[in-house]
């Protein structure tokens, strides 16, 4: 299934940073965004900007692509 959705894109980078183990603390100190403006992108209610996407691409050390592949039905 392809993605589409705000929270397919935020599943996609829960996954990535679950494989890494990392946390949202990592994500939040990378992004310069606070532990709950963090929790509120993962959890899909909010929508991840184009920059912070970058930076988390980079702190996971993977492709932005990464988080727009396939997800699993």
Do not use: W, Y
Request: proline content about 4%.
């Amino acid at each position: 299934m392809a993605i589409k959705t705000n929270g397919d894109v935020a599943a996609k980078v829960r996954g990535t940073l679950a494989e890494r183990r990392l946390k949202q603390a990592d994500v939040a100190s990378e992004v310069k965004l606070s532990r709950m403006a963090v929790h509120r992108r993962l959890s899909g209610e909010t929508p991840f900007t184009p920059q912070e996407l970058i930076a988390v691409a980079e702190l996971c050390d993977v492709p932005v692509s990464t988080f727009f592949g396939e997800v699993a039905a």
